[in-house]
């Protein structure tokens, strides 16, 4: 009864940067490599259970003008050994845009009487996850226990008895969130500042064990990419800094939020009562 619990982690990464301005240019970019190797052992045997395996390749490549115009562009190829070979690599993207009206010059008379902030941001982005993805979901199992019964009586057994297990699912795959983010932020007098966010996501291929499934099927079911949500909302957020005189500074904050989540689809069964 005397558990050995053991664990080895393995992490490397390699990565770039480059960073460079030329004039009124600026750009960086980045590239990275990493892997992740998990091992586990419990229980008093000296071997080690199968080792898990993650791995990304990021790259990111950022541009600004006069901290007017911005630009953020991000590329990732993010592998997970928990999907069968051609399904293990997903490609994920995103980028992001910003526009820093205050720095124009035809605001410059506004500037120069109530505007101390103007900005505009815009991103788009593709992300994935294995999280609910079981190992080995697309290896067909079977089992083994007890023995065949034969004979009128059922008195004579020959074993071993094999079953079938959970169905594989070989095609599934990343679980894929497409998001999206829109914001304004003013300032006025440089006393009043004001700050919008509209976002929403809208998540799809989430793995999940089917629900509508009928049980003379004959074998437990494996995880599919059947799963899907929405998500979207807004963030308000409006603030005054101010002061009276030399000695009395004062502030306010009003914040504002509302989201709307929503599942979209989870393999639910219909109501046979109506």
Do not use: C
Request: charged share 25%; net charge neutral; aromatic share 16%.
């Amino acid at each position: 009864d005397n558990l050995i619990s053991a664990g080895r982690r393995l992490y490397y990464e390699f990565s770039f940067d480059y960073d460079r301005k030329f004039g009124d240019h600026k750009v960086t970019a980045l590239a990275l490599v990493n892997r992740q190797v998990i091992e586990d052992k419990v229980g008093g045997q000296n071997t080690m259970e199968f080792p898990a395996y993650t791995e990304d390749w990021v790259g990111r490549v950022t541009y600004n003008w006069k901290e007017r115009y911005l630009t953020e562009v991000n590329m990732s190829y993010t592998g997970s050994e928990k999907f069968a070979p051609g399904q293990r690599f997903g490609f994920f993207p995103s980028l992001s845009v910003g526009w820093n009206i205050y720095q124009e010059p035809f605001l410059e008379k506004i500037r120069e009487k109530f505007l101390s902030n103007f900005k505009v941001r815009y991103s788009y982005g593709k992300t994935g996850s294995d999280f609910g993805a079981p190992r080995f979901n697309y290896i067909q199992l079977y089992n083994s226990s007890g023995n065949v019964a034969f004979g009128n009586s059922q008195n004579v057994n020959f074993g071993p008895l094999y079953t079938e297990g959970r169905t594989a699912n070989p095609f599934s795959t990343w679980e894929v969130a497409l998001k999206q983010n829109l914001g304004v932020e003013i300032g006025l007098w440089k006393k009043l500042d004001f700050t919008l966010d509209l976002f929403d996501e809208r998540r799809k291929g989430i793995l999940m064990t089917p629900r509508t499934t009928a049980s003379w099927f004959g074998a437990g079911l494996p995880s599919l990419n059947i799963g899907e949500t929405k998500n979207h909302g807004l963030e308000l957020s409006l603030g005054w800094n101010d002061r009276l005189g030399d000695g009395f500074r004062y502030w306010s904050n009003f914040n504002f939020a509302w989201s709307e989540n929503r599942i979209v689809n989870r393999d639910d069964p219909a109501d046979l009562l109506k």
